[in-house]
């Protein structure tokens, strides 16, 4: 298994408070995605990074920021959470492309907003 | 606008049969399709990835076609299990931007 783990995996948070889910790999991997998946909508693409300070909006940006730091690390922030952020986040890792390609997830973290 | 489909409604098989799983896409030029495997409460899990110029891509019981005349590919799992019972995912990336795009899944069901 990829070395890949978010945290916390599980919250309970009330509307209006900041919220940062953490996303470590020990892959040393390029890439980094944050992705939420919500029903009938599937994995959405929320930012990504392709390199460290190297980040990039995805299809569902707007209440989220994200850091990366170091290699290993990758952040992303609520700055004041809204129930309609309520889901299950996934981070996902992904190495050079002449590898193959494909993407490595964590187990997710499943965040609920009061 | 850009468009994957995959078939929203659970294919419910009987052990022992062939299980084909469909991913349309409209308004892309894919280099590469991959397909997920995605359990319950985990994350997904990647299979397979077909390039472009690939018209097929076998691994153990799996196969999978891409088609892009049709922009359709297929999964296909020979011999199910009830353990293959899951949550498949189809995915497409242009190869440019490294940031794949996901189908919203079908759901397997292999009854015993």
């Known amino acids: 298994d990829a070395g890949i783990t978010q945290s916390p995996r599980h919250k309970v948070t009330e509307t209006g408070t900041p919220v940062t889910l953490r996303c470590h790999q020990t892959?040393?991997?390029?890439?980094m995605y944050w992705y939420r998946q919500d029903p009938g909508h599937g994995l959405r693409l929320i930012h990504y990074?392709?390199?460290?300070?190297?980040?990039d909006k995805g299809e569902v940006s707007d209440g989220y920021s994200v850091s990366r730091s170091k290699t290993e690390d990758f952040l992303l922030t609520l700055e004041s959470a809204t129930s309609s952020q309520t889901s299950v986040y996934f981070c996902a890792i992904s190495g050079d492309r002449t590898l193959g390609g494909e993407l490595f997830f964590g187990e997710g973290s499943r965040l609920t907003v009061l | 606008s850009q468009k994957i489909e995959q078939n929203s409604e659970a294919l419910n098989i009987q052990e022992g049969k062939t299980a084909t799983l469909t991913c349309n896409y409209t308004n892309y030029s894919p280099a590469y399709l991959q397909w997920y495997r995605q359990d319950p409460g985990r994350g997904p899990v990647f299979l397979l990835l077909i390039r472009e110029n690939e018209k097929e891509k076998r691994k153990e019981r799996l196969k999978v076609t891409f088609d892009t005349t049709l922009k359709q590919s297929l999964f296909h799992i020979t011999a199910s299990q009830p353990a293959d019972s899951a949550t498949y995912l189809c995915a497409l990336d242009s190869g440019g931007s490294y940031i794949p795009t996901f189908g919203r899944g079908t759901s397997l069901i292999v009854h015993p």
């Open positions: 990074s392709y390199g460290v300070k190297d980040t």
């Open positions: 892959e040393n991997h390029r890439y």
